[in-house]
């Protein structure tokens, strides 16, 4: 599903738009997943930020390593869900993930997730992504 937030983006089709936000969520997704430091700083806006986090609202720089330090053994994602505004994605969807935190291996139960994409110079950046449910 597709929601348009304004009209400049009409010019696009809605397919488009899913899959670019989708493409755009699994990307990221894999590159956490495969501890690409190089790709995650790329990916990653320079005001990026999570705020349903162990220690609270967190910047780029702490979420960072905090993604490259834990341990994700599989995922899946379903139940892509799109709003667009001309540079502005944002990503709803279901994610069942088998990983380690801290140590400890977190229940594998699908939970909400949101992923909001900015469209700056250099292509699209993930500016801020969190649990829709809480882990801790």
Same mark, same amino acid.
């Given at each position: 599903? &597709?929601?348009? !937030?304004?009209?400049?983006?009409?010019? *696009?089709?809605?397919?488009?738009?899913?899959?670019?936000? /989708?493409?755009?969520?699994?990307?990221?997704? /894999?590159? #956490?997943? &495969?501890?690409? =430091?190089?790709?995650? /700083?790329?990916?990653?806006?320079?005001? %990026? *930020?999570?705020?349903?986090? =162990?220690?609270? #609202?967190?910047?780029?720089?702490?979420?960072?390593?905090?993604? !490259?330090?834990?341990?994700?053994?599989? %995922?899946?994602?379903?139940?892509?869900?799109?709003?667009?505004? /001309?540079? &502005?994605?944002?990503? &709803?969807?279901?994610?069942? #993930?088998?990983?380690?935190?801290?140590?400890?291996?977190?229940?594998?139960?699908?939970?909400?997730?949101?992923?909001?994409?900015?469209?700056?110079?250099?292509?699209?950046?993930?500016?801020?992504?969190? %649990? !829709?449910?809480?882990?801790?």
């Amino acid at each position: 599903m &597709t929601t348009f !937030l304004s009209n400049p983006i009409m010019a *696009q089709t809605k397919s488009n738009l899913q899959e670019e936000g /989708e493409r755009l969520t699994r990307q990221f997704w /894999e590159t #956490v997943k &495969t501890k690409n =430091k190089v790709e995650l /700083e790329k990916i990653l806006a320079p005001n %990026y *930020q999570s705020a349903l986090h =162990k220690t609270g #609202v967190v910047n780029k720089a702490t979420n960072m390593a905090d993604m !490259l330090g834990d341990k994700i053994d599989a %995922y899946e994602l379903t139940g892509f869900n799109v709003a667009a505004t /001309e540079n &502005t994605l944002v990503v &709803t969807y279901m994610a069942k #993930v088998i990983q380690t935190i801290d140590g400890k291996t977190l229940p594998s139960k699908s939970s909400g997730r949101i992923s909001v994409w900015t469209k700056s110079k250099s292509g699209w950046q993930l500016l801020a992504h969190d %649990y !829709l449910k809480p882990l801790f």
